[in-house]
């Protein structure tokens, strides 16, 4: 039965599916696990995990160090970001093809010892955040979605911290699936802060500063409980697994896009691979 409640909770979770089909989903999951165990456990014989090909398909992206420390005010105006390189936000993950005034993004990275930093420069014509509980439907609201897998090693981390996947909402809340199997929020582990662009106000500029915690983080302790692992320290040549998206919501009942870093192999028609499969995203390699 952990199969199938696993199998259950990911369909509730897949994002593009309204209540009444979600129902439907559950009903016809029921019906399945009674008649057809033969079939399960088949499909049990069958999890992505690490030992699959991971799929090295995009370039290493170098990030440079910053040399200064970086306020985390959504003003990017510190020397080290004018000269970090833009990455762009363009792969459409679910959704039709939009205009550069409905969505268009890209995104910069830098490092310190103990921070990996994230700028996000977003163009969304309505910032819409739905549902005020950030541990429900995240994903339907405007959110910023940051993947990192810390070793770099790939395969599957729905329920586990393998990687994360910070699902980072417009009041600052971070959430992700904790290795209880339940969202929780993550705000320790991501400082951030969005703004208005000063001389064109359509530009959103979203910084954050990130503590990168290894596969063995206790889900039962706060962030920096004396107790917890500790976050990495960083050093040049560190190789980490790494990608972004963004959901795009104008007031729709689920979101209407969701658009990544990455270009995704789909299985079966399906892109929205990120948040259970580390495979999918690329690297980061840290330089100074
Ligand atoms: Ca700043
Ligand atoms: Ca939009
Ligand atoms: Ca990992
Ligand atoms: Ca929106």
């Known amino acids: 039965m952990d199969w199938f409640n696993k199998q259950l909770s990911a369909e509730v979770k897949s994002?593009?599916?309204?209540?009444?089909?979600?129902?439907?989903?559950?009903?016809?999951?029921?019906?399945?696990?009674v008649i057809s165990s033969a079939v399960i456990?088949?499909?049990?014989?069958?999890?992505?995990?690490?030992?699959?090909?991971?799929?090295?398909?995009?370039?290493?992206?170098?990030v440079n160090y910053a040399n200064t420390k970086l306020n985390i005010d959504g003003m990017p105006?510190?020397?080290?970001?004018?000269q970090a390189k833009w990455h762009p936000i363009d792969q459409m993950i679910i959704g039709p093809e939009i205009s550069a005034d409905d969505f268009s993004g890209q995104y910069k990275l830098l490092w310190r010892e103990n921070k990996l930093f994230l700028l996000t420069e977003i163009i969304d014509d309505?910032?819409?955040?739905?549902t005020a509980d950030p541990t429900v439907l995240y994903w339907d609201d405007d959110t910023v979605e940051v993947?990192?897998?810390?070793?770099?090693?790939?395969g599957e981390h729905q329920y586990s911290h393998n990687a994360f996947a910070y699902?980072?909402?417009?009041?600052r809340q971070v959430a992700d699936f904790s290795s209880l199997k339940?969202?929780?929020?993550?705000?320790?582990?991501?400082?951030?802060?969005?703004?208005?662009?000063p001389v064109n106000p359509q530009i959103?500029?979203?910084?954050?500063?990130?503590?990168?915690?290894?596969?063995?983080?206790?889900?039962?302790?706060?962030?920096?409980?004396?107790?917890?692992?500790?976050?990495?320290?960083l050093t040049a040549g560190k190789i980490m697994g790494f990608m972004l998206a963004y959901c795009d919501n104008d007031r729709s009942h689920t979101r209407e896009n969701f658009i990544g870093s990455h270009p995704i192999k789909p299985i079966d028609g399906d892109m929205n691979r990120g948040y259970k499969d580390a495979n999918v995203f690329g690297k980061i390699k840290l330089i100074k």
């Open 15 to 33: 994002e593009d599916l309204p209540p009444k089909n979600k129902a439907k989903i559950i009903s016809a999951l029921t019906v399945t696990a």
């Open 41 to 62: 456990a088949a499909d049990i014989k069958a999890p992505i995990d690490g030992s699959e090909h991971q799929e090295h398909i995009h370039p290493i992206i170098e």
């Open 126 to 130: 309505v910032m819409f955040d739905q």
């Open 182 to 197: 339940e969202a929780t929020t993550f705000n320790d582990h991501i400082d951030t802060k969005w703004s208005r662009d």
């Open 167 to 171: 699902h980072v909402a417009l009041d």
């Open 204 to 233: 959103i500029n979203w910084e954050m500063a990130i503590n990168i915690f290894p596969e063995n983080y206790n889900d039962s302790l706060s962030g920096f409980d004396p107790k917890q692992v500790s976050p990495v320290t």
């Open 77 to 82: 105006n510190e020397a080290d970001w004018q």
């Open 147 to 154: 993947f990192l897998d810390e070793d770099a090693s790939g």
